[in-house]
């Protein structure tokens, strides 16, 4: 594996004091000192990895361990529940997703008449998104998007913070995309989760040093988004319901959810 970088300083608080947490293979995952950030200490060369993140994770089956119509009916399931939260505070308007993959979300949420537009890394899925949704979307990095040219009363983060590099750097970036009462929903895994806690380095959901840059828990999630400039940073306390699932798993989510120790963390940030 190629690196970028072997050493770097604290993504969130900029100290250079840290930690081993956990390695796998050449991968280091630290923890800061200063803050208790975990982060991916040495990163990759970025461009050998993405060119198959999207199909290797995606649409991989042994990955999912589902057949892809079970896959897609949950992802289905799980963008309804997001939408009924999006829209308890935006009722219509313009939405902004940020690793829009396939467009799927993006679908769901035009099914509500959101005015929508998509950006994602992988050229396969915006094909995707642009062909079989109709969905305006387009092969962009954030640092492409000019903040002059689009304010959005909605933007979407599912599972892409963990991935970036620079996270406070892009969200400073991100908050100047909104207009001045817009809404950002984000989520990411947790690092705070019982899953994590139980199942450690093997937690497929969290664990991925080779695509995973930073590990949250809500504490640094919430610190993250003060220092880029949100005034109003709130959790979210959503568990979704997924087809399939039986009860007893759905309410010991729920259950968790309540202590902040489900699998993902969801929060919103405004200006
Ligand atoms: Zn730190």
């Not at 992802?75 to 993959?101: P, V």
């Not at 387009?138 to 689009?150: A, G, V």
């Not at 610190?223 to 009860?247: A, D, H, Q, W």
Request: glycine share 6%.
């Amino acid at each position: 594996m190629k690196f970028i970088s072997q050493t770097r300083n604290c993504p969130l608080c900029n100290a250079d004091k840290k930690s081993p947490y956990l390695s796998e293979g050449e991968l280091r995952l630290v923890k800061c000192n200063m803050c208790g950030f975990v982060f991916l200490d040495n990163l990759p060369d970025e461009s050998e990895i993405y060119e198959d993140y999207f199909e290797q994770t995606i649409y991989s089956k042994d990955y999912t361990k589902f057949s892809k119509e079970k896959f897609l009916a949950e992802i289905y399931a799980i963008n309804e529940q997001r939408l009924y939260y999006i829209r308890k505070l935006k009722i219509k308007g313009s939405i902004l997703d940020i690793g829009c993959g396939t467009g799927l979300f993006l679908k769901t949420a035009s099914n509500y008449g959101f005015d929508v537009t998509g950006i994602d890394v992988s050229n396969v899925a915006i094909k995707n998104a642009r062909e079989q949704f109709g969905i305006n979307a387009d092969r962009k990095l954030i640092s492409d998007l000019n903040p002059s040219d689009m304010q959005f009363d909605v933007i979407t983060l599912w599972h892409v913070l963990e991935h970036l590099v620079n996270p406070l750097d892009d969200l400073k970036k991100i908050r100047t995309m909104l207009k001045p009462d817009g809404v950002l929903f984000i989520e990411v895994p947790n690092l705070n989760s019982a899953k994590f806690r139980l199942s450690g380095r093997k937690w497929q959901g969290g664990n991925h040093p080779l695509y995973h840059r930073s590990f949250f828990t809500g504490r640094n999630l919430r610190e993250m988004l003060l220092r880029s400039g949100f005034k109003t940073v709130k959790r979210l306390n959503i568990s979704y319901n997924v087809p399939g699932r039986n009860f007893l798993y759905t309410k010991s989510k729920e259950l968790f959810n309540i202590f902040a120790m489900d699998s993902f963390l969801n929060y919103i940030a405004k200006n």
